[in-house]
């Protein structure tokens, strides 16, 4: 998960095709909150140098844009399911031995996972390995701290009075024969 300071790193390195503009707090809280917590700083980093060197800079590059770029490349490193079941062959015949159904998932996983050839096989065979600790689910994460950025209300950013008076029923242009809920004679 990145953290503020990376999240500041990436958006400085964003904003500088844009007029070094200052990165404010909502600036950096939004970032955070729309950046795919399981992406790494590099591939970030990657995804603003490859943005950039494609684009004129006329165009803003978003935390949006940087989830669908890293899915992308990741996508594009993995393993086909054809490509897996000629690797799982492959080992079938290194072991002398056909993979049971639950050796074939964790092969299946670890290298769609985009582990290595080596370390998937050792997920398949080794029940204890680490490997299966490494692509067994997890749960998300949740952002660190007294609250996490989730639970950030509109008074944190300045904005209670502006929230509240936009979404407040305006009576005036309702009408003097609106009744509230509960108020039918």
Same mark, same amino acid.
């Given at each position: ?84 079941? %000629? ?5 079938? %015949? ?40 490494l692509i067994a689910v997890k749960p998300r994460v949740e952002c660190s701290g007294s609250r996490g950025l989730s639970q950030l209300s509109a008074a944190d950013f300045g904005l209670r ?21 509960? %108020?039918?004679?």
């Amino acid at each position: 998960m990145i953290t503020p300071k990376q999240a500041a790193a990436i958006l400085t390195k964003i904003n500088l095709h844009h007029g070094n503009m200052p990165i404010d707090d909502f600036a950096l809280a939004t970032f955070l909150e729309e950046i795919d917590p399981h992406v790494t700083v590099d591939e970030c980093m990657e995804a603003v140098r490859s943005y950039y060197a494609q684009n004129a800079g006329d165009k803003w590059l978003t935390a949006g844009k940087i989830n669908a770029m890293v899915r992308a490349k990741r996508d594009a490193l993995r393993p086909s399911d054809w490509q897996v079941q %000629e690797e799982s062959r492959q080992l079938e %015949e290194v072991l002398g031995r056909v993979l049971t159904p639950d050796e074939f998932w964790w092969f299946r996983r670890a290298r769609r996972g985009l582990l290595s050839l080596e370390r998937s096989a050792r997920a398949a065979l080794e029940p204890a390995s680490e490997e299966r600790r490494l692509i067994a689910v997890k749960p998300r994460v949740e952002c660190s701290g007294s609250r996490g950025l989730s639970q950030l209300s509109a008074a944190d950013f300045g904005l209670r009075g502006v929230l509240e008076s936009s979404h407040a029923p305006n009576r005036e242009i309702m009408g003097s024969n609106t009744q509230e809920k509960g %108020e039918h004679e």
